[in-house]
């Protein structure tokens, strides 16, 4: 049962350009939504977050929007750069309720961004 | 500079053989997770502690795989006997108290059964 999903395996964008990468998730109980990075031989590193709260939260060239409606979420990268390239897990919590911290991930997206 | 430190970096063992991976979490953080990254499931949690007492070891293999805290500075996750489908790369997380999500990633074991 697979609680957070992103549904698209890769991704491949031009430098300069904006990527899109989504997440759809199925737990009512999530509230706390969160976007990792990964590159090769490295742990993944947190990159933007948000908070159930709100709709959008931006940081530089990332901006995570929600939907809570359609139990969607997205990470817009803009301009993306060749440096952007990695793999991108969502991640969600409830963290309001009691699970200290633990996140449910999806199975990530590689993005590739060409110059 | 903090970090989560975990070894061994690297693994390769037979089928049948004892794996311990360790783990260092960041000083002062009381949450540690374990997770393993497969191509079909991305990250999967194993187990968590809070404060040393484990929380939740749901994803884990009972019969097989044991995740213990001996102390604040030291999280083991051991597989015995281990197979060829452990086969994955396998991560440790911190995070402090009253933690939202934000994790910190050791840079993880990677593991290869023959």
């Known amino acids: 049962d697979q609680q957070v999903k992103q549904n698209s395996p890769s991704l491949s964008v031009q430098e300069g350009r904006i990527s899109i990468l989504n997440c759809d998730y199925t737990?009512?109980?999530?509230?706390?939504f969160l976007w990792y990075k990964k590159y090769p031989a490295e742990g993944p590193t947190f990159l933007i977050s948000?908070?159930?709260?709100?709709d959008k939260n931006e940081d530089g060239r990332f901006t995570v929007f929600l939907n809570k409606s359609a139990k969607h979420l997205s990470l817009h990268i803009v301009p993306s750069q060749p440096g952007d390239s990695a793999v991108y897990f969502c991640?969600?919590?409830?963290?309001?309720?009691?699970?200290?911290?633990?996140?449910?991930f999806g199975q990530g997206t590689i993005l590739t961004v060409h110059p | 500079d903090a970090r989560v430190t975990q070894t061994p970096r690297h693994k390769v063992t037979e089928m049948g053989q004892e794996v311990t991976m360790r783990c260092q979490p960041i000083?002062?953080?009381?949450?540690v997770f374990w997770y393993r990254q497969t191509m079909m499931q991305g990250l999967e949690l194993l187990a968590y502690?809070?404060?040393?007492?484990?929380?939740?070891d749901s994803g884990m293999p009972k019969d097989r795989f044991s995740a213990e805290m001996p102390d604040a500075t030291l999280a083991t996750l051991k597989i015995q006997p281990s197979e060829p489908r452990d086969s994955a790369v396998y991560f440790c997380?911190?995070?402090?108290?009253?933690?939202?999500?934000?994790?910190?990633f050791g840079e993880g074991s990677r593991l290869t059964v023959l």
């Open positions: 997380a911190s995070g402090p108290y009253k933690n939202t999500g934000e994790l910190f």
């Open positions: 737990n009512s109980m999530f509230d706390y």
């Open positions: 948000i908070s159930s709260i709100k």
């Open positions: 991640a969600a919590s409830d963290a309001g309720g009691t699970s200290y911290g633990k996140l449910t």
């Open positions: 000083l002062g953080h009381n949450t």
């Open positions: 502690f809070r404060n040393r007492a484990p929380l939740d």
